[in-house]
């Protein structure tokens, strides 16, 4: 199962999850002077990010906007990017966020589950109802995996997520229907290959959250550029670090832009920030 699968990656390397918010605004300059593509000049910073990185890096997060932004070029870099990952033996997800008809749901599965596309996970939206995910869980049967949005970590998530509904909150109800299912979906660990995700700078739900949902791994944004608590963090992760993982996109992919030589020793400073976050969240002082 590739719960049990990113589960080890995590146990031998760390929680972190880059995320590869991959807009040319934040590529170096000596990277964009070298390719002439928008395609080759994404994949190739891309590739360095993880070149650089993948020893102490549990996945990567490709969200799909960035790619999609800039037309067939730009989903090029996004089809090259999840191939080098599968090709290095490294986890992938992408960051797609899709909800729509069973019909519809089934020719997205088959879309970022397969072919050009393929991941290892996916993101998706439960808010326009259950059977909106159901087409995707023949895949999470075999080895592949979903990350669910349960909280969200942005200020709208009080208009809908947060109200209160009999007696408790709807995200609650979408994660207690949601927990049943996943279940089912367990693999050798205790976890499912159907996850949450949960915005880490939720400070008061976190115990709650955690202890409602024990057996269910999460992702967790927020951490970096929305100034999550890395005690909160810890809550959501558990005391083994082992709960889910942590993703960071610009603090850690434009980090070289803090040093007057980040330009031509971006991989050097992109590296010390996944080392910073892991010893923050840990707590560890150096």
């Known amino acids: 199962m590739i719960i049990d699968r990113l589960l080890k990656e995590v146990g031998n390397k760390s929680f972190v999850c880059v995320g590869l918010d991959s807009d040319l605004i934040h590529i170096p300059e000596s990277i964009k002077s070298k390719y002439e593509s928008v395609e080759d000049i994404i994949f190739n910073f891309n590739k360095r990010i993880i070149d650089c990185s993948s020893d102490l890096v549990a996945i990567y997060k490709l969200q799909i906007a960035y790619y999609e932004k800039y037309g067939i070029s730009g989903l090029m870099a996004y089809k090259r990017t999840l191939k080098y990952l599968k090709d290095k033996n490294l986890i992938s997800i992408a960051d797609i966020k899709r909800s729509d008809i069973q019909s519809t749901a089934k020719a997205y599965a088959k879309a970022h589950f397969e072919g050009d596309f393929e991941a290892d996970f996916i993101t998706l939206n439960p808010y326009m109802g259950i059977d909106t995910i159901l087409p995707y869980l023949e895949y999470t049967k075999k080895d592949k995996g979903v990350f669910v949005l349960l909280l969200t970590s942005n200020e709208g998530a009080k208009d809908i997520e947060c109200l209160n509904s009999e007696g408790k909150e709807i995200f609650y109800h979408v994660g207690d229907k949601l927990d049943k299912i996943a279940k089912e979906f367990k693999g050798e660990s205790k976890y499912s290959n159907i996850g949450f995700v949960v915005g880490a700078t939720n400070d008061k739900e976190a115990m709650k959250i955690r202890n409602r949902y024990e057996n269910i791994f999460f992702l967790l944004p927020g951490y970096g550029s929305q100034n999550a608590n890395s005690n909160t963090v810890k809550t959501y992760l558990k005391d083994d670090y082992t709960g ?43």
């Open 244 to 286: 889910g993982i942590v993703n960071s996109s610009r603090k850690i992919i434009t980090n070289y832009k803090n040093y007057e030589d980040g330009d031509i020793n971006f991989e050097k400073y992109t590296r010390e920030a996944v080392i910073d976050m892991i010893a923050d969240i840990r707590g560890i002082n150096e």
